[in-house]
């Protein structure tokens, strides 16, 4: 009876092992780093009616030893496949502790890791942070140092253009009062040449007007004694002219010597 029971054990497990690889053999489980607990194995496990007395029964109601011995084999296999199947969503209190204090053995673990990794992730970022923040430094001190330098530069630049206008500005307002001085003195020069000219025009026009007055006076002087002396000589003619009857010609020939001398006057007195 007990090689029986083996036989069957070794069958159950046989099965099971291969369900198990069907199951589970293309899975990839994640496990914790546990020690693995079995539970009570299969020859030390109870059966839940006496299987002796079962072939007893069977072997009295007609069946042969060897059948009733089957028989019980296959309720026993079944039993068992039925416990096994139950026992795997079951856990004694034994191995319940034990799966407790492995998981906290594991939790610490755990939480030590964390607190390395913690530390050692702390670490790592207080020395970028440090590392920054010297570079962030050195680039600000950098950038002020490029500041400082191109406001020098530009305060520099613009000294420089102001005193380079400044000195365009004197140079033109220099050149601009030798220009003034120099149109000024231009200006007086010609005012001055103005002046001699206009005085010798006012000479020039003056000994003119001396010599036209001259002239004037020697032209009624010989107007003048031109008239007297033909109008003396015009009255002896008319007087003679009276005494032989020939008056008319006479008249004649005076009226042509009056209208020179009245044609003379008009001259004079234009000429004033």
């Known amino acids: 009876m007990n090689a029986l029971r083996r036989l069957n054990l070794r069958k159950l497990r046989t099965w099971r092992d291969g369900t198990f690889r069907e199951l589970h053999g293309s899975v990839s489980v994640s496990t914790f780093d546990l020690r693995k607990v079995e539970l009570m194995p299969l020859e030390q496990r109870k059966l839940t009616f006496d299987s002796h007395t079962m072939v007893t029964e069977l072997s009295l109601s007609g069946f042969t030893k060897q059948q009733a011995e089957l028989i019980v084999s296959a309720l026993v296999t079944l039993t068992t496949a039925n416990m096994d199947i139950v026992y795997k969503d079951m856990v004694t209190k034994s191995h319940q502790e034990i799966a407790v204090q492995q998981i906290m053995a594991h939790l610490d673990s755990i939480r030590k890791d964390m607190v390395i990794l913690e530390k050692s992730d702390f670490a790592n970022l207080r020395s970028e942070n440090t590392k920054m923040k010297r570079e962030l430094e050195q680039l600000q001190r950098r950038l002020k ?128």
């Not at 120099?182 to 026009?205: A, G, P, S």
């Open 145 to 272: 140092e490029e500041s400082e330098k191109v406001q020098a530069e530009t305060k520099l630049d613009i000294n420089l253009e102001s005193s380079r206008i400044f000195d365009m500005f004197t140079e033109q307002e220099k050149r601009l009062m030798e220009v003034m001085t120099e149109f000024h003195h231009k200006k007086v020069d010609l005012e001055n040449d103005n002046m001699e000219i206009t005085k010798k025009i006012d000479l020039q026009v003056a000994s003119l007007k001396t010599l036209l007055e001259s002239l004037k006076l020697e032209t009624v002087i010989y107007l003048a004694g031109t008239h007297t002396h033909t109008h003396t000589h015009t009255v002896k003619e008319l007087i003679s002219c009276c005494a032989s009857g020939h008056l008319s010609l006479s008249l004649s020939s005076s009226g042509g010597k009056f209208s020179c001398l009245v044609t003379a006057l008009v001259v004079y007195r234009f000429w004033r």
